[in-house]
């Protein structure tokens, strides 16, 4: 959506650990570019404030906190301070966070964040929102509201609603960079899905596939197979599984099946 107005340089792939900033840096980061969008990935407490101290942040977003990497954390409450992370930062650079409060732990972060603060969700009616979400085989259309403005029939080749609340902290963030809102709906049409995360992959003898192999929570699973049930005909489910689920992983693998 940013790059409706300005030169943006993101993160490609899952580039989200100081060596993959540092590499998305050195070699597509350039010196007019005037943002950069990081993803920041994490494992244990302490790695996002480590990409904290070399992005230096001034907005963020926090797009969920579900169970993934619980092997590595051991508790929900290590996740969520590893997420806190990013908002003390950019709280202590006056900055703003957007938060994607479909989750619980998410909507009880946004409770507890001290800083500038956005709250986004399909259940959430605050100063970006959306209605009218129909999602299909080929993406999603939508009323998007801004504001007391609305505009209809917003549409995206992004498959899955949960996607909507993606977009939603998208253009948040868009609105407060100073876009349009013309510029955002525009942008909101051009976005293609990420490699392996709910894309459509051409293919032979009528066969469609998802390919959705970055896929690794239960709540994704859940979205997927939403996704999943749009779609006519006999249907295949390909995966190794939920992992590094720690002690959750059976019951989480268990919930999936």
């Known amino acids: 959506l940013l790059a409706e107005k300005y030169k943006v340089c993101v993160s490609p792939f899952s580039y989200n650990t100081p060596l993959g900033l540092s590499k998305t840096i050195l070699e597509n980061l350039n010196a007019d570019d005037q943002i950069f969008v990081a993803e920041m990935g994490a494992r244990h407490v302490g790695d996002i404030l480590q990409l904290c101290d070399m992005v230096q942040p001034n907005i963020g977003v926090i797009t969920g906190i579900g169970n993934q990497h619980m092997a590595t954390f051991g ?45 986004v969700g399909l259940n959430v009616y605050s100063n970006v929102y959306a209605t009218d979400i129909q999602s299909t085989k080929s993406g999603s259309v939508f009323t998007l509201h801004i504001g007391k ?100 992983q059976f019951n989480c693998n268990f919930e999936f099946g």
């Open 75 to 119: 508790s929900t409450d290590n996740l969520e301070k590893a997420k806190g992370e990013l908002v003390d930062y950019v709280a202590s650079r006056n900055g703003m966070v957007v938060f994607n409060t479909d989750s619980i732990l998410s909507k009880q972060m946004y409770g507890k964040a001290n800083c500038k603060k956005v709250e």
């Open 149 to 248: 403005k609305q505009y209809k029939n917003v549409s995206t080749s992004l498959l899955g609603e949960h996607n909507i609340s993606n977009i939603l902290t998208a253009v948040s963030v868009a609105l407060e960079l100073g876009l349009s809102a013309e510029q955002i709906v525009t942008g909101i049409s051009k976005l293609v899905p990420t490699a392996h995360r709910l894309a459509l992959v051409p293919s032979t003898n009528a066969l469609v596939v998802i390919d959705d192999a970055y896929n690794g929570s239960v709540e994704g699973t859940k979205s997927a197979l939403n996704v999943l049930s749009k779609f006519d005909g006999t249907k295949v489910v390909i995966t190794p599984g939920l992992v590094e689920l720690g002690k959750e």
